[in-house]
């Protein structure tokens, strides 16, 4: 069973990284984890393009599926919620 450590402050990055930063960052730890998948035997699956992909541990891919359009980015979402009182 995979072991989780709880995040406390210290193991936090610092919160005044730059962009750049934090792109590097990020994409360390998405190296890292994908690693880590391989040596335990586990796929990895992400987003090449407008394709999903499944990467196997012997190195083979397989395509999960190919979507209809680029993403759309959505800036602004508004939800109108109920009391519960209906």
Known sequence: MAKF???NE???PPRDLTHKEWI???KHAAINAA???KEKGVPITYLEG???VKIHPDGR???IKEL???RKRVTKKIFHLK???D
Do not use: C, V
């Open 10 to 12: 210290s193991s936090l």
């Open 24 to 26: 590097d960052l990020l």
């Open 5 to 7: 450590e709880l995040m």
């Open 50 to 52: 407008r394709k999903i």
């Open 61 to 63: 891919k397989e395509l």
């Open 68 to 70: 209809d359009s680029p």
């Open 35 to 37: 690693n880590e998948a």
């Open 83 to 85: 009391d519960g009182k």
